[in-house]
């Protein structure tokens, strides 16, 4: 069917492939996408921090989602674990730092429907409706082989194609992988209490049960267990479910009841032994996984798209150098690992019945809720990697940096 000739190809159309084709060719550089129309009720929900807000503002999909989305005014954090070691209770509010809110809880499937309409209204974006059968990493370019027979060929293909990624095993990039011995029961509830727009992740003996606002009186719901119990219960009628959750939540929005269309996700992480190699880098869950705690999943895949943007722009000639592969992954490797280390620690600290693991976590909130200027640096930390840090310089400092940066 003859080789397309752009130098940069997308696979995987799912917000992270989607948000870095519509990035690039924001940003002038004509990109060829390939994948499915994102279908389907998704009824998870995903927190954009604002950072994540301010990078994608530019693709003009978020005007048309804000009726749909909620503010994040504060964050709070309760041991439900009922061990012999708790942590107190602690809440975040933005205007601490002077926002009036951390981020938006949108609807996934919205999120990619908007997102999909910009791209197909995208004249920089070739998009081929088709998943990648087969790849082929040539020294000079990567060549993709669609299910349909089309042969597309690239500089650099980004990689957005899921955990399983068939890019990452072709570039020869490893992962170790771990099934958790968790699952994420996904819903959204209706409760007769104001959510005020304070999104409450209870830690739990399974792990997190976690609310976050939606429009109106209601909220979606990550409510992480063991296996048999998700399952257990996911054959709860809703009125049975909604009593149950009321009692997990601690009544305290009220009487619960549970929209229909539930969801259960087999919880796992992922770590691969690079982000980029042999002309292919990858993004989003190709690149990481771990387990859904802090709203980190989809903020981590934009700012993997942020990352590789700027790698392209530095090596406009050939993107998909080996130079410019091991400039991105050197880029991604330090986010990555701190923030899947991070969630790792924090879940394994609430599956963990042991009592040094219940004093760290304990002591550990401890000195974050009582020490202000470390309360800052912990919610900036928690947007967006150094600009906790870049806070605490003096004036003079800041635009030291500011001047290196530029």
């Known amino acids: 069917m003859g080789d397309s000739d ?3 190809l997308v696979a995987g159309t799912g917000p992270a492939g989607l948000i870095a084709a519509l990035l690039l060719a924001h940003h002038g550089y004509p990109v060829t996408l390939a994948g499915p129309v994102p279908r389907g009720r998704d009824r998870r929900t995903v927190a954009l921090m604002r950072p994540s807000l301010e990078a994608i503002e530019p693709l003009g999909v978020l005007g048309k989602l804000l009726p749909e989305t909620a503010p994040l005014r504060a964050m709070r954090l309760v041991d439900a674990t009922g061990r012999l070691v708790r942590s107190p209770t602690v809440t975040f509010h933005a205007g601490e730092i002077g926002e009036e809110y951390f981020g938006l809880n949108i609807p996934n499937a919205r999120l990619s429907e908007e997102l999909a309409e910009a791209a197909k209204g995208s004249p920089l974006i070739e998009w081929h409706e088709s998943l990648v059968g087969a790849w082929s990493c040539e020294a000079e370019r990567v060549i993709a082989t669609l299910d349909n027979g089309e042969r597309l ?10 955990r399983n990624s068939p ?13 958790l011995p968790q699952s994420a029961l996904v819903l959204n509830f209706k409760h007769t209490r104001e959510h005020g727009f304070v999104s409450t992740e209870f830690h739990t003996r399974s792990g997190p049960c976690t609310q976050v606002p939606l429009p109106g009186m209601r909220s979606s719901l990550v409510w992480v267990l063991r296996p048999q119990d998700a399952d257990t219960m996911n054959t709860l009628n809703d009125n049975a479910l909604s009593l149950k959750l009321e009692e997990q939540l601690s009544s305290f929005l009220g009487r619960v009841t549970v929209e229909p269309e539930r969801q259960i996700y087999p919880l796992s992480t992922l770590m691969p032994s690079r982000f980029g190699q042999n002309r292919i880098a990858l993004i989003g869950e190709a690149a990481h996984v771990f387990p ?10 934009i700012r993997d798209v942020e990352d590789i943007v700027a ?4 090596f406009r000639d050939d993107p998909g150098a080996p130079a410019a592969v091991t400039r991105y992954d050197a880029l991604r490797r330090p986010d990555v690992l701190a923030r899947s280390n991070s969630v790792n620690l924090l879940n394994a600290s609430l599956l963990s019945g042991l009592l040094p693991a219940q004093i760290a976590r304990s002591a550990g909130l401890g000195i974050i809720d009582s020490i202000p200027p470390l309360r800052a640096l912990f919610m900036r930390e928690g947007m967006r990697p150094g600009s906790g840090f870049s806070a605490l310089l003096p004036l003079k400092g800041k635009d030291q940096a500011a001047e290196s940066r530029s």
């Open 6 to 8: 752009r130098k940069i």
């Open 167 to 179: 890019a990452r095993r072709a570039a020869g990039m490893s992962a170790r992988t771990r099934t």
């Open 311 to 314: 790698v392209v722009a530095a």
């Open 292 to 301: 859904p705690i802090s709203a980190q999943g989809l903020n981590l895949g």
């Open 153 to 162: 060929s690239a500089q650099l293909a980004i990689a957005a194609d899921g």
